[in-house]
C-alpha cells in the first residue's frame, strides 16, 4: 500500500546545505500532513518537521527552527526538506512518513543518510 522512497543524503561540512525529497504513492497523498523523522546512532527516532494538507502550516524541533525548511509539491507527490546550516549533531538517517490521526503510517521508507562532518 503506502510507499515511501528518500532520497538527497550525502556528506557535507558543518555550515552546508542539503535537500531532502521524499516520493509517496499508495495514499492520496493531499489529504495528509507529512512529516521528516530522523534516528542517529544509539538514539530513538525523533520529529524532525511536519507540514499540514495544503501546506497550510508547518511545525518544526526546537533544534532544527530557523535552519530547516519543509515543503510539498502535490503535484508531484513529494515532501522536502531543506536543510541549511548543517550542525555534526544533524548526522542521522531521515525519514519521511505520513501523519494519521494516530500517528505516523506503519510503512517506513529505507530514509537518506545525512553525515555532517570536516
Known amino acids: 500500500q503506502v510507499q515511501l522512497v528518500e532520497s538527497g543524503g550525502g556528506l557535507v561540512q558543518p555550515g552546508g546545505s542539503l535537500r531532502l525529497s521524499c516520493a509517496a504513492s499508495g495514499f492520496t497523498f493531499s489529504r495528509y500532513s507529512m512529516t521528516w523523522y530522523r534516528q542517529a546512532p544509539g538514539k530513538e527516532r525523533e520529529l524532525v518537521a511536519t507540514i499540514t494538507s495544503a501546506g497550510v502550516s508547518t511545525n518544526y524541533a526546537d533544534s532544527v527552527k530557523g535552519r530547516f525548511s519543509i515543503s510539498r509539491d502535490d503535484a508531484k507527490n513529494t515532501v522536502y526538506l531543506q536543510m541549511n546550516s548543517l550542525k555534526p549533531e544533524d548526522t542521522a538517517v531521515y525519514y519521511c512518513?505520513?501523519?494519521?490521526?494516530?500517528?505516523?503510517?506503519?510503512?517506513w521508507g529505507q530514509g537518506t543518510q545525512v553525515t555532517v562532518s570536516s
Open positions: 512518513n505520513r501523519l494519521g490521526i494516530t500517528g505516523p503510517s506503519n510503512y
